[in-house]
Nanobody
C-alpha cells in the first residue's frame, strides 16, 4: 500500500538549516506530485513546496522562495526539502503528501493530497 515516511525534523536556531526527507513506497511516483505542507498551532495548513515527479516542475510558497529547495532522489524514491536560513515563522509540523494527476502549483495551492505522511516537527528557536 501507499506509504510516506517523513524524517529530518528537529530543533534548529534561527538562520540554521534542516533537510526533511519523505520516503515513498507502494506506488509509481511518476504519476504523482509530491508536496510538503506545514501547519503551526492555530494556523491553517500551508502548501510549502510541491514537485511534479513526471517533469520536475516545482512550486514554492512565497515566504520560502530562495531559502527552501525541493528535489527528488529517484534511486531512493525519496523527496527532500532542504530548508536554509530558517526563521521562527517556519516552525510547524511538516507533512509530505502525494496527489495523483496534479501539477505542483495546483497541489500546493489546493493544500490537498491523496495520501499523507505522519508529520515531522520543525522548531526554530534560539
Amino acid at each position: 500500500q501507499v506509504q510516506l515516511v517523513e524524517s529530518g525534523g528537529g530543533l534548529v536556531q534561527p538562520g540554521g538549516s534542516l533537510r526533511l526527507s519523505c520516503a515513498a513506497s507502494g506506488f509509481n511516483l511518476n504519476y504523482y506530485a509530491i508536496g510538503w505542507f506545514r501547519q503551526a498551532p492555530g494556523k491553517e495548513r500551508d502548501g510549502v513546496s510541491c514537485i511534479n515527479l513526471s517533469d520536475g516542475s516545482t512550486y514554492y510558497l512565497d515566504s520560502v522562495k530562495g531559502r527552501f529547495s525541493i528535489y527528488r532522489d529517484n534511486a531512493k524514491s525519496t523527496v527532500y526539502l532542504q530548508m536554509n536560513s530558517l526563521k521562527p515563522d517556519d516552525a510547524a509540523v511538516y507533512y509530505c503528501a502525494v496527489k495523483m494527476g496534479y501539477a505542483a502549483q495546483p497541489m500546493c495551492v489546493s493544500r490537498t493530497g491523496d495520501y499523507w505522511g505522519q508529520g515531522t516537527q520543525v522548531t526554530v528557536s534560539s
